[in-house]
């Protein structure tokens, strides 16, 4: 079977090419840090994202998907070039903009499931909602690695992420399950990246 939905093609694209950019650019971060602690975390972060590219590749491989060569390409680029900017730019704004990303890939997953059942197609729900969450357990974990740092501020009220904001309504501490997670970035439908 074909997919119809051409948004939910180029979402599907996008994140396997950019879950790899993801995984180059916290090779990057944790080369950049000292502590073992984390970089232990950091490496964990990055096998996640090696599996989230696994995953999505298998459900593009299930619709005959392609593998788009130029989003390989550009976000190939884009993951080497944050992760060497982590040895040039401190500490703070590796752990920032990494959480600002995985609070915005969050959404990419809900909604990617929410097209998926508009299709009628429900064998992708747990798969989905596995990795928005875990995306957004990603985001927490930045988060509370910058929480007292004295950039946050003014980085929150410039690029719109930090204590207050997040591009998802999603609750950790409050999780809906998967039967209702269609709750979930009703207003954050942005779809491709
Ligand atoms: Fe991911
Ligand atoms: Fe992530």
Not at 24 to 41: K, M
Not at 88 to 100: E, H, Q, R, V
Not at 124 to 129: P, R, V
């Amino acid at each position: 079977m074909k997919l119809k939905n051409p948004r939910l093609v180029r979402s599907l694209q996008t994140a396997y090419s950019a879950e790899r950019a993801a995984s180059f650019a916290y090779i990057g971060h944790a080369a950049s840090l000292r502590n073992p602690e984390d970089v232990e975390a950091i490496r964990r972060i990055e096998q996640d994202e090696w599996d989230h590219r696994r995953e999505v590749r298998a459900i593009m491989d299930a619709y005959q998907v392609p593998v788009s060569r130029w989003l390989e390409w550009k976000y190939w680029w884009i993951g080497r070039l944050i992760g060497l900017s982590c040895h040039l730019i401190g500490k703070f704004m590796p752990y920032f903009f990494a959480g600002k990303l995985e609070s915005g890939n969050v959404c990419e997953y809900f909604v990617m499931m929410k097209e998926f059942r508009e299709l009628g197609i429900n064998r992708h729900d747990e798969a989905l909602y596995e990795m928005g969450v875990r995306e957004k357990e990603h985001e927490v974990y930045f988060l509370g690695m910058i929480k007292g740092a004295s950039w946050l501020p003014l980085f929150e009220k410039v690029f719109s992420w930090g204590v207050e904001q997040s591009a998802n309504d999603v609750d950790l501490d409050d999780l809906l399950g998967v039967d209702r997670a269609d709750a979930y970035c009703r207003k954050f439908r942005s779809g491709v990246r």
